[in-house]
């Protein structure tokens, strides 16, 4: 794939409509779940809310700011996390994390994926892959019952 | 495949494209485009003179230095103590005994900060630095001032990035013992008027470091004339190899500090009821030395004086002035940094985009570029801001590239604004 094509899988449209519109991006108000996350390379923070009932996330909204890939990530996770279950919710991150971290040629599982597969691009930018997933740990860190996650 | 670029700049200052045909790398591409390196304050690139005394060293005369007897080691101390004489010529430093070959910049500073610091402040003792300072030139004092009861105190800035001297000499008082100040902010490119500085602290008797990694290789630097007691700089900025550079430390306080680092070389003798110094500089370079390095150093220097500090001046001054109206242009662009004294440095936020998306998108161009904190969060913090992008200039950039990175930047903002 040339370069070019790299870099349009990376800032593709999907990407690009959620880092300028995000999606779920307020806070909500007494949320029983909140987690901050920091990128200390640079300066990406964003903090996560979440309400949980009877296992199942009910609501999932972000506040922050960082670079166009974590705020995409960000907007699309709050809106696929939303009606799951906490399980179903955690099964999501490990392969999101399994997708970005794989090399460029490796075979990636995407079966449930859906339309979080845009972010399979990030692969080719290693220097990005946190910004896509700092995302996914905080929500982790937010189901887990903790209050910071970082990419470090 | 490398690329053979064609430049049609001739400066009168500088023959630029001769120049460029001395450093391999410029020729390549990356992602296709022709390499627009503007990442120098991060590190230089080499010209063929220094690539090859490298290969040179290894193939014909590698050698540990000042131990052996034999021809390999006699050329080898030569070219070693060569180089150390070459970088005393080129601060101007009084003596070969007032050059110490360091691991880098950073190195140089802890040196300094331990082996002077920890010796000589107690508790209440200030230490004055600014809020300009790289983390190489704020930490080793945050650790031996909690190390010794000595306070930090910081020299505030202004909007522009420049120092405010009344503050600095509000700061100098009885209980003053150092100041350690950057000569060129990597951050934003203000050259800091350093002459003064240690004038000012001199006439309390107050020794001064200043931090000279992004002045050596934009400007001359004279040690003596600037007056200061310990300048350090790092090769890998000014062209030559990484892993290696210099503190230059006036004999007199070199003479008095204790050893920084033991072991071999920088003893006289040794037995297990005392142990005596070796001479200066060698006091300060224990263990074998990173030999290679510090002769590619030399030819660095070499190739620099070659060049002229002073044409390079010149020819960067105009090519900055020509970068930062080109970048003042684009709607949404603020930079970072504004100092009526610059040099090398164009730092810049964008509304709303974030320096990262700019860093991938202008490395899709070719553009190198550096884009975060730069090892300055209090910087960072001053301006209320995260990161910045900064393109940081050497003397074998030209407007063209200036121009890539411009339209590199518009193109961005239309993609992401």
Known sequence: ?152 | MMTVQTISVKSSTLDVSRIRNDFPILSRTVRGKPLVYLDNANTSQKPRAVIDALTDYYENYNSNIHRATHLLSEKATEAYEGARLKVQRFVNAASKKEIVFTRGCTEGINLVANSWGRTFLKEGDEVIISWMEHHSNIVPWQLVCEATGAKLRVIPINERGELLLDEYARLLNGRTKFVSIIHVSNAMGTVNPVREIVSMAHKRGIPVLVDGAQAVPHMTVDVQEIGCDFYAFSSHKMFGPTGTGALYGRAELLEKMPPFLGGGDMIRSVTFEKTSYNTLPYKFEAGTPNIADAIGFGVAVDFLESVGLDRVAAYESELLEYGAQKLSEIDGLTMIGTAEHKASVLSFVLDGIHPHDIGTLLDREGIAVRTGQHCCQPVMDRYGITATTRASLAFYNTREEIDALAAGVRKIIEVLG
Request: charge should be negative.
């Open chain 1, 1 to 152: 794939m040339s370069d070019r094509d790299l870099y349009r899988e990376l800032y593709q449209e999907v990407i690009l409509d959620h880092s300028k519109k995000p999606r779920n991006f307020r806070k909500i108000e007494g949320a029983d779940r909140q987690a901050v996350g920091y990128n200390p390379l640079c300066g990406d923070r964003l903090t996560l809310f979440l309400d949980v009932e009877d296992g199942i996330v009910k609501d999932a909204s972000f506040q922050g700011s960082g670079c166009a890939i974590s705020t995409a990530s960000a907007s699309m996770m709050t809106e696929v996390v939303k009606g799951k279950s906490v399980g179903d919710a955690e099964k999501l991150f490990d392969q999101f994390r399994g997708m970005v971290t794989a090399s460029p040629d490796e075979a990636i599982d995407t079966e449930g994926l859906g339309k979080l597969q845009v972010f399979s691009g990030v692969r080719e930018f290693p220097a990005r892959v946190k910004c896509a997933s700092l995302a996914w740990h905080t929500v982790h860190a937010a189901l887990q019952g903790q209050n910071e996650a970082s990419t470090e």
